[in-house]
């Protein structure tokens, strides 16, 4: 069974919320023919997509041609909108949060879904996640790698930490707003540098700031393999170390990164290998970016290319973390 854990979804008729609320970075689709839009944010176009992004009868599709029994669907970051007030923010994330509820209902042999909340406001966001997980039966809720600038170790997030561990809600990290995209305006740094370095920024701050000493049940995930964080990680140790006038934590970083899972989307059997040398298979999650242009096709495929690994651990890697990571019993698998 191949389970894709990071796939990305948008209601087709998402409301125009730019003249709702006002505001120029709400992100807005504009159709520019039956099966292609441009999201829109602040006039310019943010990123042309087709009618996969929207559509779950051509998702299915794709998923047959490559071989995909299931796609983990979850908000595009741009829809985050943590920027926003919180009441409009909330409103943008329910209109995703029942389209993707709606989605799985439909069709529950092949979707599972994760939603989002506003978190610039922690209880809101609480009570956003309550209603995912407990009324929607969401399996999860993705969260960007800073909230307006804060990093995830802020103390405004603690209490959101706190009853996601409490609830066992699984939390997917995926970059947005990335650190330093001042300099990256050209070559498209901002994708494949800037994210995995705010990837591993997130991930570091998680750690270093005692957010996961604090709660040792949370179960995280990162996109993009970790970005560029499993190879620093050897560098936060040392600081660790030489630092200790810096220490919040008990023990070096690279204890409690043992919590952490990683999808497998960094495209060289080489890096896959590192992630299960240092952190373990049953801590990798396969992952295309479904259905973007620097996505994996056919999803997978740096698993199956992977030789050191066995075929149980490609089993485990290419399906069944996910659904443990997700909570979702095995005998789940297949309902047809």
């Known amino acids: 069974m191949r389970v894709d854990f990071h796939t990305h979804i948008i209601p087709e008729d998402i409301p125009n919320f730019a003249e709702k609320f006002g505001g120029e970075r709400w992100p807005t689709l504009e159709k520019t023919c039956s099966c292609g839009a441009n999201i829109m944010v602040a006039g310019k176009v943010f990123r042309e997509v087709t009618h996969q992004v929207w559509d779950p009868e051509q998702r299915i599709k794709d998923m047959d ?27 943008m994330a329910r209109i995703q949060n029942d389209f993707i509820a709606e989605t799985v209902n439909k069709y529950p042999d092949r979707f599972i879904g ?22 929607l039966g ?10 307006n600038g804060q990093n995830l170790d802020d103390p405004a997030f603690t209490k959101f930490f706190e009853m996601a561990e409490k609830w066992e809600v699984p939390l997917f990290v995926h970059p947005w707003e990335t650190l330093g995209r001042e300099r990256m305006p050209r070559h498209n740094f901002m994708y494949t540098v800037g994210m995995p370095s705010e990837t591993a920024l997130a991930a570091a701050s998680l750690i270093c700031g005692g957010v996961i000493e604090k709660f040792p049940g949370l179960k995280v995930c990162f996109a993009h393999g970790g970005g560029s964080f499993p190879y620093i990680l050897p560098r936060l140790d040392q600081g660790w170390k030489v630092w200790p006038h810096l220490r919040v934590i008990n023990k070096p970083p690279s204890y409690y990164a043992k919590n952490f899972y990683f999808d497998s ?38 698993v199956d290319q992977t030789v050191e690994l066995t075929e149980e651990q490609k089993q485990d890697i290419l399906g069944r973390n996910a659904l443990a990571f997700l909570n979702i019993e095995i005998k789940e698998e297949v309902k047809s």
Request: proline share 8%.
């Open 114 to 135: 994760i939603g989002t909340v506003p978190l610039q406001d922690v209880e809101v966001s609480i009570r956003e996640m309550d209603r995912c997980m407990h009324e």
């Open 138 to 147: 969401l399996k999860g809720i993705e969260i960007g790698t800073n909230i």
């Open 65 to 91: 041609e490559e071989g995909v029994d299931i796609q983990v669907l979850s908000p595009i970051p741009v829809t985050f909108s943590y920027w926003a007030e919180p009441e409009a923010a909330e409103e």
């Open 265 to 302: 989307l960094n495209y060289d059997p080489l890096n896959i290998k590192y992630l299960v040398d240092r952190f373990g298979h049953e801590k990798i999650v396969m992952g295309s970016d479904y259905p973007f242009l620097l996505r994996e096709i056919p999803p997978g495929e740096v």
